[in-house]
Nanobody, 119 residues
Framework: VQLQASGGGLVQAGGSLRLSCAAS????????MAWYRQAPGKQRELVGG???????NYADSVKGRFTISRDNAKNTVDLQMNSLKPEDTAVYYC??????????????WGQGTLVTVSS
């Protein structure tokens, strides 16, 4: 299963960006979808996740500013990022876990998309 992320870029502080990630391949079902980020010199961290049942969790640092959503019919997950801050600058990665059509489990990462927030 392959993931393709898009939507990163350069934005001023206070601005907004929307990231999208689409899965392709022999997908039977996708359980968890999530966005992670990794800033220079730091470990990768969870930004937000959404389960197949719609349960959502966010990192404390983005609560109230970021919104994660998924489209099960299209196998996509989006991250709407508002009120961006310079500390949100990072490479953002999507991640999905699920089951293939051969009933094998999978966990896949997108290629990463750079978000740069200028002050």
């Amino acid at each position: 299963v392959q993931l393709q992320a898009s939507g990163g870029g350069l934005v001023q502080a206070g601005g907004s960006l929307r990231l999208s990630c689409a899965a392709s391949g022999s997908i039977f079902a996708i359980n968890a979808m999530a966005w992670y980020r990794q800033a220079p010199g730091k470990q990768r961290e969870l930004v937000g996740g959404i389960s197949s049942g719609g349960s959502i969790n966010y990192a404390d640092s983005v609560k109230g500013r970021f919104t994660i959503s998924r489209d099960n019919a299209k196998n996509t997950v989006d991250l709407q990022m508002n009120s961006l801050k310079p500390e949100d600058t990072a490479v953002y990665y999507c991640h999905m876990e699920g089951v293939t059509t051969t009933l094998a489990g999978f966990g896949s990462w997108g290629q990463g998309t750079l978000v740069t927030v200028s002050s």
